[in-house]
Nanobody, 122 residues
Framework: QVQLVESGGNLVQPGGSLKLSCTAS????????MGWYRQPPGKQRELVSR???????NYADAVKGRFTISRDTAKNTVYLQMNSLKPEDTAVYYC????????????????WGKGTLVTVAS
């Protein structure tokens, strides 16, 4: 199955920047979309940003104008550039991929990384 490996989580001061990376590998035919979710302490997991295979993107209102998602399709890698970070951005960030397990599969399947911790604090 698909393996998603995130990297880039760190401690950063408010107003700082951080870039997350996630690379997918393993047994799948193709990836349709990739994205990032996050789960702040004590809160439910929420969508941060998503990018489809047609380069359509969307962002949570809380991160619009500050975060930018991008993808290197050839490398099966998605990035999240985070600027002007706020304490409320503190969360475990999870990489997500929507993939076909095999050619002619009728259902996209969801895969998740284990998460990378982003802490925004002075």
């Amino acid at each position: 199955q698909v393996q998603l490996v995130e990297s880039g989580g760190n401690l950063v001061q408010p107003g700082g920047s951080l870039k997350l990376s996630c690379t997918a590998s393993g047994g799948f035919f193709s990836i349709n979309a990739m994205g990032w979710y996050r789960q702040p302490p004590g809160k439910q997991r929420e969508l941060v940003s998503r990018i489809s295979n047609d380069d359509t993107t969307n962002y949570a209102d809380a991160v619009k104008g500050r975060f930018t998602i991008s993808r290197d399709t050839a490398k099966n890698t998605v990035y999240l550039q985070m600027n002007s970070l706020k304490p409320e951005d503190t969360a475990v960030y999870y990489c997500h991929a929507q993939a076909l397990r095999r050619r002619y599969s009728t259902t996209w399947e969801d895969y998740w990384g284990k998460g990378t911790l982003v802490t925004v604090a002075s």
